[in-house]
């Protein structure tokens, strides 16, 4: 089993940053990739960034690409993700996720197995 814990979600004005983490334990050498989702009330749980723990590079959904960074310490087993210029829009639950398995992509959630609880961010106008 794979434990998950986001942090660092909170309320920021528009333009501002904030860094979430995920920090990961549990059965980690399992993990092939991890990932950043966002869903905000009413609407659909989407992809916002993902990576191949081992070695790959991140790619980013369109609407944060530039804004977001999403990282990793392989020695902290942690993600973060670092997100700059921070639009109203961008408010909601952004959760991490990790899967064991290779896939094609990693653009819909239901291919990863494992989910953190969840961390609120809000941006403010």
């Known amino acids: 089993q794979v434990q998950l814990v986001e942090s660092g979600g909170g309320v920021v004005q528009a333009g501002g940053s904030l860094r979430l983490s995920c920090a990961k334990s549990?059965?980690?050498?399992?993990?092939?990739?991890m990932g950043w989702f966002r869903q905000a009330p009413g609407m659909e749980r989407e992809f916002v960034a993902a990576?191949?723990?081992?070695?790959?590079?991140?790619y980013y959904a369109d609407s944060v690409k530039g804004r977001f960074t999403l990282s990793r310490d392989d020695a902290e087993n942690t993600a973060y993700l670092q997100m700059n210029s921070l639009k109203p829009e961008d408010t909601a639950v952004y959760y991490c996720?990790?899967?064991?398995?290779?896939?094609?992509?990693?653009?819909?959630?239901?291919?990863?197995?494992?989910w953190g609880q969840g961390t609120q961010v809000t941006v403010s106008s």
């Open positions: 996720a990790a899967t064991q398995y290779f896939r094609i992509s990693y653009y819909n959630p239901r291919v990863f197995d494992y």
């Open positions: 549990g059965r980690t050498f399992s993990i092939y990739a």
């Open positions: 990576i191949i723990w081992d070695g790959g590079v991140p």
